[in-house]
């Protein structure tokens, strides 16, 4: 079992940035491949950005290319999502996910990740 508590969500201007956190606790997550995925109220969860289980590959939505980062650093079990030049539109619960499949870039389905975190709300006023 993999647990992932979610932080550094909040309220931010358009055009300002926040950084998310995931952090992870009961397996290393150097095992997985991790995601992010957001949902707003009234919409599907969808899918944001996904790294390799080394770093050494990334794969993002296009709404959010040159915008976003997504990084890890397996020695602190911690995934980010460096998020710049947000936009109304971005305004989500933000979500870490955990797929077992560690090599893999380009699963991006709700359905390919065995473990979830709770999410954490990030509001972008315009």
């Known amino acids: 079992q993999v647990q992932l508590v979610e932080s550094g969500g909040g309220l931010v201007q358009a055009g300002g940035s926040l950084r998310l956190s995931c952090a992870a606790s009961g397996r290393t997550i150097s095992s997985y491949a991790m995601g992010w995925f957001r949902q707003a109220p009234g919409k599907e969860r969808e899918f944001v950005a996904r790294?390799?289980?080394?770093?050494?590959?990334?794969y993002y939505a296009d709404f959010v290319k040159g915008r976003f980062t997504i990084s890890r650093d397996n020695a602190k079990n911690t995934v980010y999502l460096q998020m710049n030049s947000l936009k109304p539109e971005d305004t989500a619960v933000y979500y870490c996910a955990a797929d077992s499949q560690a090599g893999a870039t380009t699963r991006l389905s709700v359905a390919s990740y065995d473990y979830w975190g709770r999410g954490t709300q990030v509001t972008v006023s315009s």
């Open positions: 790294i390799i289980w080394s770093g050494g590959s990334a």
